[in-house]
């Protein structure tokens, strides 16, 4: 199972967008990647808990954490072999172990919690509060927005994670988010040489 939770080696710039449910994560992984001509890693959790909720009317409970990780995993792997010099991931295995706190009193799987911390990125987009809440089927804490920010911000802290703030609307998160990986791509050149 453990192989299952690591990242295959590369040196492909990787971005995670981080933070609460519904403040733009996807959007903005989309775009990004449309305007490098790269890959986005999907978050893996809304399709499997997606297709949970139509079969069973259920929502995540602890035993699908591990899939999830897992899923996410295979994705981030297999899209990274795809990129173009640089990955920006809906989601990582930290965002869901900051899920697994926060609903389950503060249990995280072990094996979960190691994954979260070893796997590395380059940078972490954590995306604040200030766009519209959207309800679905899965969003379920709109009246905990602040409190689940916090808890995503003092995660990257507690963690020594590289991030930056992204706030406002669309074009200035976007502006914002680009400055920032135009940073990274000239340090991993300066690095590794261009390709």
Same mark, same amino acid.
């Given at each position: 199972?453990?192989?299952?939770?690591?990242? /295959?080696?590369?040196?492909?710039?990787?971005?995670?967008?981080?933070?609460?449910?519904?403040?733009?994560?996807?959007? *903005? &992984?989309? &775009?990004?990647?449309?305007?490098?001509?790269?890959?986005? #890693?999907?978050?893996?959790? +809304?399709?499997?808990?997606?297709?949970?909720?139509?079969? @069973?009317?259920?929502?995540? /409970?602890?035993?699908? *954490?591990?899939?999830?990780? /897992?899923?996410?995993?295979?994705?981030?792997?297999?899209?990274?072999?795809? &990129?173009?010099?640089?990955?920006?991931? !809906?989601? !990582?295995?930290?965002?869901?172990? #900051?899920?697994?706190? &926060?609903?389950?009193?503060?249990?995280? !799987?072990?094996?979960?919690?190691?994954?979260?911390?070893?796997?590395?990125?380059?940078?972490?987009?954590?995306?604040?509060?200030?766009?519209?809440? %959207?309800?679905?089927?899965?969003?379920?804490?709109? @009246?905990?927005? /602040?409190?689940?920010?916090?808890?995503?911000?003092?995660?990257?802290?507690?963690?020594?994670?590289?991030? #930056?703030?992204?706030?406002?609307?669309? %074009?200035? +998160?976007?502006?914002?988010?680009?400055?920032? #990986? @135009?940073?990274?791509?000239?340090?991993?050149?300066?690095?590794?040489?261009?390709?």
């Amino acid at each position: 199972m453990e192989e299952k939770l690591k990242q /295959e080696p590369s040196d492909i710039i990787k971005i995670v967008m981080f933070g609460p449910e519904s403040t733009g994560k996807t959007t *903005l &992984a989309q &775009a990004l990647a449309a305007h490098y001509n790269t890959k986005w #890693v999907p978050e893996y959790a +809304r399709e499997y808990l997606q297709e949970k909720w139509n079969r @069973e009317q259920k929502t995540c /409970e602890p035993k699908d *954490l591990i899939p999830i990780a /897992e899923g996410q995993i295979f994705l981030e792997n297999k899209l990274t072999k795809q &990129a173009n010099k640089i990955l920006f991931c !809906d989601t !990582d295995l930290l965002e869901t172990k #900051v899920y697994s706190e &926060a609903y389950y009193l503060g249990n995280c !799987d072990p094996i979960l919690e190691k994954y979260a911390v070893e796997n590395t990125y380059n940078l972490y987009f954590l995306t604040y509060i200030d766009v519209p809440w %959207e309800k679905d089927d899965l969003r379920d804490k709109p @009246e905990e927005r /602040e409190e689940m920010f916090d808890y995503f911000k003092n995660t990257l802290d507690t963690y020594n994670k590289n991030y #930056v703030l992204l706030k406002g609307d669309f %074009e200035n +998160r976007m502006k914002t988010a680009i400055n920032h #990986v @135009e940073k990274l791509i000239q340090e991993n050149d300066n690095t590794y040489g261009n390709r």
